[in-house]
């Protein structure tokens, strides 16, 4: 059985227990997994503390911080192809995408790479004509990023790549459930020539690791991808340090398709958007808002989709529907469609477990006309399941696009551009994707409104919620101070 070790202050070891890591395509353990505990978290902040206070880092100029992200963006293309190895044996995410995605994350260290000597500052026009003003953008200091198992690398580059661009040092502790590829990509940055405990990875549960890091003392920033019920312990827990948080969360995102739309586009979006990745993510798009003038149509193009999605090994690359990572998320989905069933949707197709070992479950259509307010409709399922909605006119369908605590993503599938214009200004979502999909780019910001959390993660805006702003005042005159009890 394969053994994976944590990395704390450059040097990788042992946690204080481990654990197994179950391989989803089988049900069965595969690897031994570093446990951190309290002595462990206290040893990654402490290091990355020191690293964030040493000469080293801190007198490090931000084109050299650049340069050496450069660096990190170039190993990870080359390791690229094992990268994807050990994520879809440890995750079950289909190698086909895994391979893709992560080949694509060096992008993002690349442009983070260019950004790091771009964070610019402002001088102020001050009022005071003995004065000048200026502002300096800063790191804020020690931060903890927190990742959930699917799309490690990528959750982790939107974190790690802008923190270090701004001069933070990270902590991150990678997902219990399928640890491997953020353990393996420790080794890749150790390469790089980063000075000991910049970046430091453990993995560990709650109570013992993901708590104790979360309200460290000496934390100054909390990054969080996850669902909103541990957010909230997050947010109780900075309360300990008052550390800043940024909140990338969970989504019902509506995929709104207009009468006037382009059919065939926008059948293979919803698919991209619901049965990609098994449906296990946070943008995935689970709620279909139909117009009732060609319902009918598209679910029966749907199901055909569906009926004929390959679903296999996730090692393989022409299986198009993996496994789910765990067997509670099947067992989760089970429980939601039987629900929604019993108060009136109608299954169109899947919602049965296959035959045979590992967590699989096929892509499923729910048809909610009757049960507009089913526990489908509501809740997050995190797995290939679609609820269906029908409007009539445009105000119902931006009515059912924004009935959701949630608010992270959003489709919308139409020829008129001005309805288009119409949909972007009402939809209640951080991205509005207009006659496409799924669609990602470093340069971007990517986050949303509601339980959908708060933050950006992307782009400059990403990089300057690594930095605060310090003012510093310069008096330019020579004349003694006036009165000291006036303030200026």
Avoid at 90 to 101: F, H, L, M, V
Avoid at 163 to 188: D, H, Q
Avoid at 216 to 229: L, N, S
């Amino acid at each position: 059985m394969q053994q994976f070790q944590q990395y704390i202050d450059g040097a990788f070891s042992d946690g204080a227990a481990q654990f197994e890591s179950k391989d989803p395509a089988t049900g069965q353990p595969w690897a031994l997994m570093p446990e951190a505990r309290a002595e462990d978290v206290n040893r990654a902040v402490n290091a990355a503390e020191r690293a964030f206070l040493d000469p080293e880092w801190t007198n490090m100029t931000a084109t050299q911080r650049g340069k050496l992200l450069l660096r990190l963006s170039d190993l990870i293309a080359e390791n690229a192809p094992r990268l994807a190895e050990f994520e879809t044996r440890d995750t079950g995410k289909i190698i086909r995408e895994t391979s893709a995605q992560i080949a694509y994350v060096a992008e993002y260290y690349r442009y983070y790479a260019g950004l790091a000597d771009k964070i610019e500052g402002a001088f102020l026009p001050i009022d005071k004509p003995d004065m000048q003003v200026w502002l300096r953008r800063e790191p804020v200091g020690v931060v903890a990023a927190v990742v959930p198992w699917n799309s490690q690398l990528f959750l982790s580059a939107v974190k790690i790549g802008p923190a270090l661009a701004a001069g933070c040092t990270v902590v991150l502790k990678a997902s219990e459930e399928g640890p491997a590829p953020m353990l393996e990509f420790a080794r890749i940055f150790d390469q790089a020539g980063f000075p000991k405990g910049v970046l430091n990875i453990i993995t560990g549960f709650g109570p013992d690791c993901g708590s104790v890091l979360t309200s460290h003392p000496k934390v100054a920033h909390v990054a969080f991808t996850g669902g909103p019920e541990t957010a909230r312990h997050i947010v109780r827990n900075s309360a300990n340090n008052l550390a800043s948080t940024s909140l990338e969360l969970g989504g019902k995102s509506p995929f709104i398709v207009f009468e006037d739309a382009d059919l065939d586009s926008a059948v293979n979006a919803q698919v991209s958007g619901i049965f990609a990745a098994t449906g296990q993510s946070c943008v995935a798009g689970s709620r279909l808002v139909i117009q009732r003038s060609i319902k009918d149509e598209f679910l029966a193009r749907l199901k055909e989709k569906a009926g004929n999605v390959v679903i296999g090994s996730p090692q393989d690359m022409a299986t198009e529907v993996g496994p789910l990572c765990t067997l509670r998320q099947r067992d989760r989905a089970l429980d939601l469609i039987d629900r929604s069933v019993a108060q009136g949707a109608r299954l169109v197709i899947g919602g049965q477990v296959p035959e045979g070992a590992g967590y699989f479950f096929p892509p499923t259509i729910l048809d909610c006309t009757d049960a507009p307010d089913a526990p489908c409709v509501t809740n997050e399922f995190f797995g290939p399941v679609l609820s269906v909605l029908s409007f009539e006119t445009e105000a119902e369908a931006l009515a059912i696009a924004n009935d959701t605590q949630f608010g992270l993503a959003s489709g919308l599938f139409t020829r008129d551009l001005t309805r288009a214009h119409r949909m972007m200004r009402g939809i209640r979502a951080g991205i509005v994707w207009v006659n496409t999909y799924r669609a990602v780019s470093p340069i971007v910001p990517f986050g949303g409104f509601g339980l959908s959390g708060h933050g950006r993660e992307g782009g400059v805006e990403a990089a300057l919620e690594y930095t605060k702003t310090k003012a510093v005042w310069l008096r330019t005159s020579d004349d003694p101070i006036p009165d000291p009890f006036v303030m200026r």
